[in-house]
């Protein structure tokens, strides 16, 4: 019998948030509003969905596998050289070329144990160890090991939504020892209304950081699977002699170059999030509900031993929002802030 590496084995399945065709098929339900994947609720950038109509006519050719439109823009927006970026099919490609990378068969990587899984997921596929520390009152954990390879960094945290400031980003980096890798995940940093860190300083003075930022969130291209990396010459080098020679395609290579231009379309959704995310905190406490601070585009609640059950009767109604047992938080769930609508929507089905 054929058998796969042994180190796929161990890997668990990843469990994505359910989809509306699942739940609309399961329950025999014509509208469902999907609120457990953190997709921007306003849709993606016209001017990314215009650019992406334009790429019809080519279709039939290959994409150019180093992005330069697109990482050109992403050069100038964070004051980088070009060969300090690597576009990837989503941020976790980047992930994965890292672990692949830098990670040999006995090393081991740290991160929190309450986390996005694909941290642990490109460790052990590596051959490595993944090493899960506890949360620190639902904040993520910022500290090494001397003989870890890679320390993973999610700020904001995916599912909790806490985030530690960049000065303490900053202060922990000064502490890491330059052979062990830091990856700082920032998928979700535009969403805590924060200054953006100095970047094109950070990756100077540590040659050991990779900071990897998608599309997905924000600029509403989840579908199109588009992120990239910014980091040292030295590492983005290492990631591009094992990146696929056509990672990315062309399509949403243009989509994302147009949403960069697209701040309308950003301050719209940073304005209705900060005030949905209030909104659900706020309603939801005074329902007695733990609700975490949140600097994501999604709240944490604790509902306690009760969650899976009222998971499945909102999914019954058409609402679908995060169960965290595959987070470790078997009595959390996770809610993304939707539109207006969508949040009433939500508490009403609650209180039903």
Known sequence: ?????????????YIPGKSIGEIKEKYNLKHVIKLASNENPLGASPKAIAAY????????LYPRGSAPELVKKLAAKWNVKEENLITGNGSDEILDLAARAYLNKGDFATGASSTFSVYSAVTEFAGAKYKALPLESFYYPLEFVKSAKIIFICNPNNPTGTYHSSKKIFNFLKKVPKNILVILDMAYWEFTGKPEPPL?????????LLCTRTFSKLHGLAALRIGYGIASEQIISALKKIKPPFNTNYPAQMAAAAALEDSVFVGKTLKMNEAGREFLTQNLRKLNFEVLPSGANFVCVKIGKRAPELVARMESKGIVVRHLKSFAMPEWVRITVGTPGQNKTLLKVILS
Do not use: G
Not at 1 to 13: A, V, Y
Not at 53 to 60: G, S, T, Y
């Open 1 to 13: 019998m054929l058998q796969p590496r042994k180190e796929i084995e161990s890997i668990p399945d």
């Open 53 to 60: 109509k334009k790429c019809a006519a080519n279709l039939h």
């Open 200 to 208: 094109n300083r950070w990756i100077k003075l540590f040659p050991n």
